[in-house]
């Protein structure tokens, strides 16, 4: 019979007809039936009266598990080879950061200093690999004492360089031969961080830092940040200080930052726009961090402008070896290029002290349209809509925008959100989005959280897993510190995590095509950013604990993106023993497991059990150096056998 079959089928489609392909064809074919059924469904729905729902839903669900399990058969139909477990990456990529290889960027025509910009069209096709951590690398240390005592083997920093490193070696200590030492908060501050963030306060006409809140000041953009210690001290004053730095091939800001349990990435002050809106923070600090703000006809401190709210601060601190350095520190000097640009933009020199200087940008719009000729323009109305690595333009935006409201002081910290604040920042953050909506969407993620935090257990993936809800003793409060919500929407995730008292800080991120929400997010002083999730995201590698996303998959399904190609940057961008959880649409989440697998997670689907079509998938990123080298060398002599025959 089987022969018979066979004969016939080579009659119609050829001889030796892969049996993949037979059942791509089958499938083929009862997808065609129930699209076909799907649109008599609704031809017949719209006639009926509503009487037959549990039929409706039953054919639905039975429908979208024909859709993956055609997914499934398809991914089969392409071959073995292209279903087994990925291979691992060479060790020159253990540090691989996408988007940001000048030598590529140079071969590609980028000149001008485009080629140290963000260049992701360059690493298009790149190689399907995971990247693996180094060899000594070692799970960071729980929250605080990860934030003073990092391993040395998990950043791209040999003790060499460390030791040649200059000014590093004065913030920093060697502890032993693998470990790196940041004096901590309690009184061991060498470095004077301490005192330098309370030199600005009395420079705002504060008695202390501890002020900042109080002040208007919760959300710090901090500039070339070294190794985060400024931004680790105002953290520890409940102000959210975001780091950015340009890429490094070795030693990064960025990356110790992050090591360290801090808010950070990778961005640039060179050609293009940061991934912010206009009037986003109240503070902008720039120590010594190495731009020449006149350079590019001052598009450089236009971008400042641009992100910096009404009667928000730019504090500069430069040396004498920086530009402006002893130029600016001597007194009745001539005008500096400073000096003479700032009124152009409405600011005003607050305060000046040693090597820093504060300006405060005005909180009178009417300011741009009564100053002298000769002035820095006005950008056309909507110009800083949804910035997402814009050129850099040489006008003054947000002057227009709906959001342009004086910062003002907080009686409250971040873990007390209340009615009358999201008064405030919400209705003039987003067009469309009221007190109501916010409060409705924390209430949603409180629960949410709650559950989520049960899972992230080993327990889930044994035999007997853990159910959402369940009795067990739950994780420590700081099992995980550097969260990424990839799918923000309000922020709600971020505000449950505060009020639960959890140890971290959050990285909101806003898909390019998603609802607008990063205003109110910001507003709210959290954390968070633009991003096209079809691109890599800029960070180094192993930089967070907990990636999550809420209906990303199925926002998606209708982009370019290839889903592959975004969950090989999640396993990059997260760290071993990290874990990702995944709410979506039923056939989203079984797709999601087929490349949880792929890229060797550990994964299980968890069914709501609340009637809805919604799943959860939770993973966690196995760290086993040992394991995965024979992983490797086996991956790589079944490469060899097939080669071979």
């Given at each position: ?11 119609i489609f ?58 499934e ?14 291979g691992?990456?060479?060790r ?23 080629e140290?910009?963000?260049?992701c ?9 995971l ?28 003790k ?18 693998n ?12 470095d ?9 306060a ?27 210690s ?34 950070a ?20 600090h ?26 928000g ?9 920086q ?14 290029p400073?000096?003479?640009?700032t ?7 607050k305060?000046?002290q040693?090597?820093?200087?504060i ?41 227009t ?10 009686s409250?910290s ?30 949603i ?6 559950n ?21 003793p739950?994780?420590?409060f700081?099992?995980i510190?550097?969260?990424m ?7 709600g ?26 205003p109110?997010?910001?507003d709210?002083g959290?954390a968070?950013?633009?991003?096209d ?7 180094y ?23 592959m190609d975004l ?6 961008i997260?760290?071993?023993?990290g ?16 490349f ?9 689907v968890?069914d709501?059990?609340?009637g ?11 760290f ?17 056998v097939?080669?071979?025959?």
């Amino acid at each position: 019979m089987r022969s018979s079959w066979s004969n016939k089928l080579s009659l119609i489609f050829g001889p030796r007809l892969p049996l993949n392909w037979l059942l791509l064809c089958l499938i083929s074919v009862l997808a065609l039936i129930a699209v076909l059924g799907s649109s008599s469904s609704n031809t017949f729905d719209s006639l009926t009266p509503i009487s037959v729902p549990d039929i409706y839903i039953n054919y639905r669900r039975l429908k979208e598990q024909a859709a993956v399990d055609y997914l499934e058969l398809r991914s089969l139909s392409l071959g073995a080879s292209r279903q087994r477990e990925l291979g691992l990456c060479g060790r020159e990529r253990e540090n691989y950061v996408p988007c940001y290889n000048v030598s590529a960027n140079l071969f590609a025509g980028f000149k001008d200093g485009e080629e140290f910009d963000r260049q992701c069209e360059v690493s298009r096709n790149r190689e399907r690999c995971l990247v693996r951590p180094p060899k000594d690398y070692k799970i960071p240390l729980r929250w605080p004492a990860g934030r003073d005592v990092i391993w040395s083997g998990n950043v791209k920093i040999t003790k060499d360089q460390f030791l040649s490193s200059g000014s590093m070696t004065k913030r920093l200590m060697l502890l032993e031969e693998n470990q790196i030492a940041f004096h901590s908060e309690d009184g061991l501050i060498f470095d004077g961080v301490k005192d330098y963030s309370l030199q600005i306060a009395k420079m705002l006409g504060l008695s202390d830092d501890s002020q900042f809140l109080q002040a208007g000041v919760q959300t710090v953009l901090d500039i070339g940040c070294g190794f985060g210690s400024f931004g680790a001290h105002l953290v520890s004053l409940n102000v959210m200080a975001i780091c950015i730095a340009a890429y490094e091939a070795t030693g990064s800001q960025v990356q110790l930052t992050l090591e360290r349990g801090l808010p950070a990435m990778i961005g640039n002050f060179i050609t293009r726009q940061l991934p912010y809106p206009a009037l986003s923070f109240e503070m902008v600090h720039c120590a010594q961090c190495g731009i020449v703000w006149d350079k590019k006809d001052w598009t450089l401190l236009l971008e400042v402008d641009r992100v910096l709210k009404p009667g928000g601060y730019f504090v500069l601190t430069s040396s004498a070896s920086q530009p402006y350095g002893s130029s600016l520190s001597m007194k009745n000097s001539m005008l500096t290029p400073m000096e003479e640009m700032t009124p152009k933009i409405c600011w005003t020199l607050k305060a000046q002290q040693y090597e820093t200087f504060i300006w405060q940008k005005t909180v009178d719009s009417d300011c741009y349209t009564s100053r002298k000729q000769g002035a820095i323009p006005l950008c056309n109305e909507g110009h800083d809509v949804r910035s997402y690595y814009k050129p850099l333009v040489s006008c003054i935006s947000g002057t227009t925008n709906k959001r342009w409201t004086p910062i003002r002081n907080r009686s409250s910290s971040p873990h007390q959100l209340n009615s009358a604040e999201l008064e405030i920042h919400g209705k003039e953050s987003v067009v469309g989005v009221q007190p109501d909506d916010f409060f409705e969407d924390l209430q949603i993620w409180r629960s949410a959280l709650r559950n989520y935090w049960s899972l992230l257990t080993p327990l889930i993936f044994s035999d007997h897993p853990k159910r959402p809800g369940d009795e067990d003793p739950l994780p420590p409060f700081n099992m995980i510190r550097n969260v990424m919500d990839m799918s923000a929407h309000y922020g709600g995730l971020n505000a449950a995590f505060l009020e639960e008292r959890k140890s971290v800080w959050v990285m909101n991120v806003v898909p390019v095509n998603a609802l607008y929400t990063l205003p109110l997010i910001l507003d709210l002083g959290f954390a968070g950013v633009l991003h096209d999730w079809c691109e890599p995201f800029p960070t180094y590698p192993r930089t967070y604990d907990l990636l999550h996303a809420n209906g990303l998959l199925s926002h998606l399904s209708s982009e370019r993106c290839s889903m592959m190609d975004l969950f090989l940057e999640m396993d990059r961008i997260l760290r071993p023993e990290g874990w990702v959880v995944l709410c979506d649409k039923v056939g989203a989440i079984e797709m999601a497991r087929m490349f949880a697998t792929q890229i060797r997670w550990e994964a299980r689907v968890i069914d709501l059990q609340n009637g809805s079509d919604q799943r959860l998938l939770v993973c966690q990123k196995p760290f086993n150096p040992k394991n995965l080298e024979d992983a490797m060398s086996h991956h790589s002599e079944s490469e060899h056998v097939e080669a071979v025959d």
